[in-house]
């Protein structure tokens, strides 16, 4: 049988003779007398101290909800403003204007500076729901020009969202014009003394993302004059070859697929 860390009185009465030896007496109570043994007593103490003080407290707050719930606001304002009056009465009364002035003076001054500091916050709310909703207005604004311009690029049906949702991690509003941005850097164009715009970013994805876009004008798969009838090429016009755009996208969707690029007369 295990020996208990600590006993009453009356429990180490009760111990045979021989074991009474291993404990100690400490405020009224027997500690074994042993390594390793602490004496939680005050802790324990402490813990009740602090558990019966937030009883306490949680009592008080009870009190206090239960003794204000019932009181009507307008009526308890009436009742300050009544014994604002009485208080000026008071002084009027004994002859101490100039106090009573001192103490109205301080008076009005703390409910402008209350009123200003409600304005304040107001205007401070307003400001942030005015730049929240700025926000988003420009980002729907942003996203359906960049949709226009993939339309009018010749993006794919099911793909113009994908060039969208790539839009939204380029562009942004700045100084109130939608701009394209690589970190803190402003995107040029063709011309370096302008930013691209948005049209001219959406047809630089051709480069990068050929398959986002509906087969140019001119490149196809019709057989190849020469081969077999089961021989398919990507064609393009000398003209066509002309234009880097045009080429690069063909010779993007060759590589794709495995196919000839062929530069027709």
Partial sequence: MPLKAVLTKEEHGALPEAMRQYYVEKDGKFMLDAEGVEDVTGLKSALAAVREEA???KKQ????????????P????????????????????????????????????????????????????????????SLSMAEVLIDNSIRAAAIRAGVLENAVEDVVLRGQKTWTLKDKT???????QVIYGKDPNKP??????????????????????????????????????????????KDPQKYRSAKA????????????E
Avoid at 107 to 116: G, T, V
Avoid at 178 to 184: E, F, Y
């Fill in 74 to 133: 307008e009526k308890a304002k009436a009742a300050q403003q009544k014994l604002v009056e009485l208080e000026d009465k008071q002084l009027l009364d004994a002859g101490k204007v100039e106090e009573l002035l001192k103490v109205r003076t301080e008076r009005m001054k703390a409910d402008y500076e209350n009123q200003i500091s409600a304005f304040n916050k107001t205007i401070a709310d307003l400001k942030k729901e005015l730049k929240t909703v």
């Fill in 178 to 184: 939608p701009t394209a941005m690589k970190g803190d």
């Fill in 253 to 264: 969707q060759a590589e794709k697929s495995g196919l000839p690029l062929e530069i027709a």
């Fill in 196 to 241: 691209i715009s948005i049209d001219e970013w959406v047809s630089g994805l051709q480069q990068e993302a050929p398959h986002l876009f509906k087969p140019s004008a001119g490149a196809g798969t019709p057989p190849s004059s020469g081969s077999t009838s089961n021989a398919k090429v990507v064609r393009l016009s000398r003209e066509e070859a």
């Fill in 61 to 72: 707050l009870q009190e206090t909800i239960d003794k204000f719930k019932d009181i009507d």
């Fill in 55 to 57: 009883k306490q407290a």
